[in-house]
C-alpha cells in the first residue's frame, strides 16, 4: 500500500474507534434508540448529496428490498445494542468486542451460504470466544444487567453485522456501494423513528451532547462510508477490511485519554485472544497445522 493508503487506513480506524466514545457519552443523555436514529439520519443527510450527484438513486431504488435489511440489520439493530452495550462496558471493552464481527461473518457464511472452514479457521473461533470469556470473566461479581447482558448485546451486534455481510454478499453483490451505504442508512433511520420519537427523553440533551451525535453521523458514519470505500476502490477489500484490527486499539486508547478508563491485564489479554482469532479465522495469519 502507499503512504497514503496507510494513512487512510489508521485515519478510518481512529475514526471508527471514537464511535464507541461518543455512543458511551451521549447515550445517557439520548437514550439508545434517539441517539441512533439522529446519527444514521445525519449520515443519510451527508450521503444522500454525494449519491445525487453521481447519479446512483436509481440503484437504491431498484434493490430497496436487501438495502432496506442491510440497513435494518448492519445499522439499526446493531448500532442501538452497541449504544447499550458501551455505557455499560466502556469504549474499550465495547470495541474488543465488536473485533468478534469477522469470526461471526465466518459462522454464518459457512452455516448459510457452506463456505469452508478450515481446522484452522476452527482454532481461530475457539481461541477468540476463549478472548471474549475472559473478558466475561472479567466483570464477575457484578450483577446480570451490569455484566452479562451487555457482553451478549455486544455480540448480539457483531453476529448481525456477520448476518448483513453474508446477505450482501448473496443478494447486493457487485451493487454500487454508495447506492448500499445511503440506502442503508436512509432505512436505518425510518425504522428507528418511531421509537425514537416515543422514547425521546423528557429533558433535552445538553449542547455537548448534541454535538457528539453530530460527529457520530458526520465523521463516525458518513465520512467514514466514504473513507472505507475510497479504500476499498485503491487497496482492494481484503486490505481495506484489516481496518478492524486497529479499531480495537484505538477504542481502548480513546477511553484511556478522554474517559479515563483502566485497562487491566484481563482486558489485553481478552483482546490479544480476540484479535488473534479473528486473524487465524479470516486468514491473516496461515500457517500448516501438523498433525501427529
Given amino acids: 500500500m502507499r503512504l497514503q493508503d496507510v494513512f487512510e487506513l489508521v485515519l478510518l480506524a481512529a475514526i471508527w474507534g471514537s464511535s464507541f466514545l461518543y455512543m458511551r457519552s451521549a447515550t445517557p443523555e439520548f437514550g439508545a434508540f434517539a441517539l441512533v436514529a439522529m446519527r444514521t439520519g445525519v449520515a443519510a443527510l451527508c ?3 454525494l449519491l445525487f450527484m453521481r447519479k446512483k438513486v436509481s440503484i437504491t431504488l431498484q434493490y430497496w428490498r436487501p438495502i432496506l435489511f442491510v440497513g435494518i440489520v448492519n445499522t439499526a439493530i446493531p448500532f442501538v445494542m452497541f449504544s447499550y452495550s458501551t455505557v455499560l462496558l466502556g469504549a474499550g471493552l465495547a470495541s474488543i468486542l465488536n473485533a468478534t464481527a469477522p469470526m461471526f461473518g465466518a459462522i454464518v457464511a459457512f452455516l448459510w451460504l457452506r463456505e469452508k472452514l478450515t481446522g484452522l479457521a476452527v482454532l481461530g473461533l475457539f481461541i ?4 471474549v470469556v475472559v473478558i466475561s470473566l472479567m466483570r464477575t461479581g457484578i450483577d446480570l444487567h451490569l455484566s452479562v447482558l451487555p457482553v451478549l448485546a455486544a455480540l448480539a451486534s457483531t453476529c448481525a453485522y456477520g448476518i448483513a455481510a453474508c446477505y450482501t454478499k448473496k443478494h447486493l453483490t457487485g451493487v454500487n456501494t454508495l ?3 445511503t440506502g442503508s442508512q436512509v432505512f436505518a433511520t425510518l425504522a428507528l423513528l418511531p421509537f425514537a420519537v416515543v422514547l425521546w427523553p423528557q429533558q433535552m440533551p445538553s449542547f455537548n451532547a448534541w454535538l457528539q451525535v453530530i460527529v ?3 465523521a463516525c458514519t458518513g465520512f467514514a462510508y466514504i473513507l472505507y470505500f475510497r479504500l476499498i476502490a485503491n487497496v482492494g477489500a481484503a486490505k481495506a477490511i484489516t481496518v478492524a484490527y486497529l479499531v480495537p486499539v484505538f477504542g481502548v486508547l480513546w477511553g484511556v485519554l478522554f474517559l479515563h478508563e483502566v485497562v487491566s491485564l ?4 481478552g483482546a490479544g485472544l480476540i484479535l488473534l482469532g479473528v486473524s487465524l479465522t479470516t486468514g491473516v495469519i496461515k500457517f ?3 498433525l501427529a
Avoid at 484481563?266 to 489479554?269: D, F, K, P, Y
Wanted: net charge positive.
Fill in 47 to 49: 450521503l444522500l448529496p
Fill in 128 to 131: 477468540g470466544f476463549g478472548g
Fill in 179 to 181: 447506492a448500499i451505504a
Fill in 216 to 218: 457520530l453521523g458526520v
Fill in 266 to 269: 484481563g482486558m489485553l489479554a
Fill in 288 to 290: 500448516r497445522l501438523k
